[in-house]
């Protein structure tokens, strides 16, 4: 059965710091490209950071570029996300995303999330 299960969440003050990770089974973790998702209070996902399997590249969106960094650990099959300097617009369910494209076919994976919130 695969999973995708996220940790680390909570409340925390503006400019304050939470490290999410994503521990991942019942998929070849290290094959598959990750990224982190987000979804604010009524709002739609945003795309947060990924990391490529095969060039080890990492992206972020401009919105947390210097603030945040991904990170996996293959051995242990788990993502991380540290995140820094949060702002209270960095408040939402952060969900980790498994992704694997073979000769057209995509196999792609969520987890439930975890909540982030950023508030004095």
């Known amino acids: 059965e695969v999973q995708l299960v996220e940790s680390g969440g909570g409340l925390v003050q503006p400019g304050g710091s939470l490290r999410l990770s994503c521990a991942a089974s019942g998929f070849t973790f290290g094959s598959y490209d990750m990224s982190w998702v987000r979804q604010a209070p009524g709002k739609g996902p945003e795309w947060v950071s990924g990391f490529n399997s095969g060039s080890g590249s990492t992206y972020y969106a401009d919105s947390v570029k210097g603030r945040f960094t991904i990170s996996r650990d293959n051995a242990k099959n788990t993502l991380y996300l540290q995140m820094n300097s949060l702002k209270p617009e960095d408040t939402g369910v952060y969900y980790c995303?498994?992704?694997?494209?073979?000769?057209?076919?995509?196999?792609?994976?969520w987890g439930q999330g975890t909540q982030v919130t950023v508030s004095s």
């Open positions: 995303h498994a992704d694997q494209l073979v000769l057209s076919e995509r196999h792609d994976y």
